[in-house]
């Protein structure tokens, strides 16, 4: 019969043709898809690493990102936090130094100290002591019945200690030959420029009291 088939015959197979093609345009549209969703976000999207690093320079995420950057000059966390372990020290440190120049400036002024007996001293006659630390060296000069000035002994050219000179009424620096001005503790003569820094003076009955060292 017209389009019959016998016993032994096969029947028509389906038009693969046909059907292969259609899979293979669907696949087609799969992969050209990819590339969507790849800009999306979706399958075949490529990852970014979280952090730059020291790295190799062949890992694939190199060849698709376009900003070239150098791993040497990118800073890693551990980098960040080291460098604001260091600053927070440096603050700390900064602080603690403004604290103890603080005690400095407090230690400098002094406190009250007894530093010896007005009638002791003729007019003109100078005596030395220690004030305000152990080490700071002063003079004291009677220059009157009730006239008594002291200064630091530390020159302020390069902090030799000055004498007091009677025949010249003067206190003299043997290292460089500065003189000061015994009523004012001015720089006269010499490399000084600056003055003597001077020490407040209060008389109590018989004593002398050093009350502070003022610039």
Known sequence: MRGGHGPDEEPPRPARGRRGARRRRLARRSRGGDGEAGARGGVGAVRLPLRFGRGRDDQPWRQEFPYAIDADEAIGRRHFLTLAVLTSGAVLLGTVGLALRGLSDDRRRGSPRAIGRADALEVG???????????????????????????????????????????????????????????????VAGPPRRRLPRIALRQEGSMLIALEEAP
Not at 153 to 167: F, I, M, N
Not at 173 to 186: A, K, L, Q, R
């Open 125 to 187: 006659e100078a005596a030395y002591f220690t004030y305000p630390g152990a080490d700071d060296g002063a003079v004291v000069v009677r220059l009157g019945a009730d006239r008594f000035v002291a200064y630091s002994q530390k020159c302020t050219h390069l902090s030799c200690a000055v004498r007091y000179r009677p025949e010249k009424r003067d206190l003299h620096c043997p290292c460089h030959e500065g003189v000061f001005d015994i009523e004012t503790g001015e720089p």
